[in-house]
Nanobody
């Protein structure tokens, strides 16, 4: 089992930056792909970004390309999501998720095995 805990959410203004962290604990001796998803009120959960264990592969939703950057520090069992130039439409609960895989970054939530509790990000315009 792997436990994921997100942190770093908050209330910011449009154009500001925010960095989310996802700390993993438990069975972290295996290779995991980690993804960030988000869910806005009344909308379905959507893929935001993902990164492979080796950091050789990243993937982003079109809506965040060029603004968000995903990275990871395996020594700290932590994945980060740097969010720049935030927009009001980025307002959502952001979830960290992990799946047992060496390299394939998938965008479907059903393919992920473990989930964090979520972190609220609110962007005021």
């Amino acid at each position: 089992q792997v436990q994921l805990v997100e942190s770093g959410g908050g209330l910011v203004q449009a154009g500001d930056s925010l960095r989310l962290s996802c700390a993993a604990s438990g069975r972290t001796d295996s290779s995991y792909v980690t993804g960030w998803f988000r869910q806005a009120p009344g909308k379905e959960r959507e893929f935001v970004a993902g990164i492979s264990w080796s950091v050789s592969s990243t993937r982003y939703a079109d809506s965040v390309k060029g603004r968000f950057t995903i990275s990871r520090d395996n020594a700290k069992n932590t994945v980060y999501l740097q969010m720049n130039s935030l927009k009001s439409e980025d307002t959502a609960v952001y979830y960290c998720a992990a799946r047992r895989s060496i390299g394939v970054v998938t965008i479907t939530s059903a393919s992920y095995d473990y989930w964090g509790q979520g972190a609220q990000v609110t962007v005021s315009s």
